[in-house]
């Protein structure tokens, strides 16, 4: 059992020989592992990645957490969620919509401060009643002042939209 606070590299060197199949053969920049009935094939990035990760003395835990963080928003992005979410803007999405999720990304951590809402039944906190009666169709979609605006839209776009008067430094 592995011990997410460990050092990965404490991790790794615990771990059995018996547990690492040896190398076969190097093939196309991938390595071929053992003659065991299951072939497996590890692509040297993933070992570099393994090999990096290891030396650096952070446990699976530490590492799980920063692949998880979100970007600090800039002032101005920052400015205009709190201007979206001041006006009653919202965000229709589903949680596999990969525009939505795009959509979202665009302000970084600023973008608690949107009033977001679940379309898709299986998803969390799923509002369907919601975005059934506002009749939406695709994802995402922006409510802004009463108009809908579909699809990916740019911040300076929802800056012009919803009249917002901040800086529009939104890097």
Known sequence: MIDEDRPI???????SLNQFPTI???????????????TIRF????????????????SLAE?????????????????????????GAKLYTTFWCTYCH??????????????VIECDPGGKNAQPTLCTQAKISSYPTWEIDGQF???????EELA??????GSRNFN
């Open 9 to 15: 590299a404490q991790e790794i060197s615990s771990l």
């Open 102 to 115: 795009r959509q979202q990304e665009l302000f970084a951590d600023a973008a608690s401060q949107l009033k």
């Open 160 to 165: 012009e939209v919803s009249n917002y008067q």
């Open 24 to 38: 076969h053969r190097f093939q196309l920049g991938n390595l071929r592992m053992s003659s065991h009935p299951k």
């Open 149 to 155: 605006y579909r699809g990916l839209r740019s911040l």
């Open 63 to 87: 590492l799980r957490k920063s692949l998880r963080s979100t970007p600090k928003a800039s002032p101005a992005t920052t400015a205009l969620a709190q201007h979206l979410n001041q006006k």
């Open 43 to 58: 692509p040297i990035v993933g070992w570099a990645i393994v090999l990096l990760i290891s030396t650096t003395g952070c």
